[in-house]
């Protein structure tokens, strides 16, 4: 994820097939702040006189013989998300994009940042040296946090600016055995770090760039099949676009983009659409789908309140987030251009409201919600009381459960077990709006639903409710309530 994208901006679809990877790609708002962060010539100390050829892969360590290669050529079966960092634990994934720059990489600063709830770093902001990576690492590992590191000299570079590929007709590439080699040198210079989650391969690819990227994914399997290859897609309301990238790339999670808060109090007509069909895709594959919160104002976008953060939040995990990433942490410098107002910290180290507003969410909400849904399986997302729906919603009908809604418009989103023998059901009931609250009640039936009980995130405990025919929501703006219904 290199840098803050220009979903605003008219351009080519994005599931059409793409230009050759070896073309320069357009300058967009994410990739133009990701390539701020490496400097030409800023080569990694330990590759100091690297040849240029795939060097002898060294000899097996413990630490190879416990989960890695060192250049064979059989290729590594794609791991379970749920035995990757980040993706598996129980821990609900809460990262920061556009982290503290390397002058301000320091304890304080990355305590600052866990102390806000947040779980994982994405590396950037001018952060493209082999040592300042390592100091990073060092700090995160010190704060308990992880990192995605973008090191674009090693890894990123193979699938942006190069085919992956045997024929040497095939120029501007580089051979499977010479892109695992490349790859074995950035975990080689990072993976003694227990801080090291894995790799940002790309951000935001076209669908040209889905066959490289199966190939540099592969790359990194081979290599550290540990590790989690992270990608992140452009915004689409195109289902083939996510689909294509299931189907070809074979990744460990669907990431995407798209920020909902416009200016002049304009909501993206698309945004749940948007959702509506990544969920469906990460659904299809069983894979982990994450979004992106806004959290600054630029182009075409305003500052968000503190309940339009809880607002993003809580629609995200109605339809089925596991993982949560904020756009920004540290605010981009005026120069970078898109008109960048404050993030959760200024350009000079500031906190922001919205720092306090985000340390509230994650700490005390998200934490503790996410941990509950993060290992249930999302059933069904349905908007009550609104009319017209938003393109992409589906209205509320009865099911097995819920009987009717009455009230304010609100989002009811179901969960199961995994375990196909446990009959109870896990109900999210958010707020649709960030401006109003909203007071609803929803009638269950009792054919189905023996008690009901609601989760209360400062104990992580669920307490049975006194009525058992419906639940009550009084939802502040954005907010949202979490229920099991018992079968038994």
Known sequence: MDVPARHDAPGPSPHQPGPSPHRALAVSRRR?????????GSALPWMAGAPQAAATPAAP?????????????????????????????????????????????????????????????????????????????????????????????????????????????????????????????????????????????????????????????????????????????????????????????????????????LSEGREDAEYFLNWSVVRK?????????????????????????????????????????????????????????????PALITVDGARTKRYDAARAINTTWLRPVGRELKPLVPESVMHANESPLPAGATAFTPDDQLDSVSGAPVILSTFRSRDPAVADRWVLVANRWHNARARATVAVRPTSVARIASFDPSSGEYRATNAQDALTVDLAPGAAGLYLLRAG
């Open 32 to 40: 133009l702040l990701g390539a701020a962060g490496v400097a030409a």
């Open 61 to 261: 360590t413990a630490e190879t013989a416990a989960g890695t290669t060192t250049g064979t050529t059989a290729e590594t079966a794609a791991p379970s998300p749920d035995q990757l960092p980040l993706t598996g634990g129980p821990d609900f994934p809460i990262g920061i994009f556009w982290p503290p720059h390397p002058y301000a990489s320091t304890a304080a600063r990355y305590a600052e940042i866990a102390d806000a709830g947040f779980t994982f770093v994405i590396s950037g902001n001018y952060a493209g040296d082999g040592q300042i990576f390592t100091h990073q690492l060092g700090l995160a590992q010190d704060a308990g946090l992880k990192m995605l590191i973008s090191d674009d000299i090693q890894v990123s570079n193979m699938s942006r600016w190069f085919a992956i590929s045997d024929d040497p007709a095939d120029h501007l590439s580089v051979t499977p055995a010479e892109a695992r080699e490349l790859y074995k040198r950035a975990f080689d210079a990072y993976g003694p770090h227990s801080s090291l989650a894995g790799f940002n391969h790309y951000d935001e690819p076209g669908a040209g760039w889905f066959a490289t990227l199966a190939r540099t994914l592969q790359a990194a399997r081979d290599v550290a099949p540990g590790l989690l290859p992270y990608v992140n897609l452009l915004p689409s309301t195109d289902p083939a676009y996510y689909q294509g990238f299931v189907d070809v790339v074979k990744p460990s999670l669907i990431s995407f983009d798209r920020y909902p808060l």
């Open 281 to 341: 895709a990460a659904l299809s594959a069983d894979l982990p789908a994450w979004t992106f919160i806004q959290t600054l104002a630029f182009n075409n976008h305003r500052t968000p309140t503190a309940a339009e953060l809880l607002w993003q939040v809580n629609v995200s995990l109605a339809y089925g987030a596991k993982g949560i990433q904020y756009f920004t942490y540290w605010t981009p410098e005026a120069a970078r251009g898109e008109g960048f107002q």
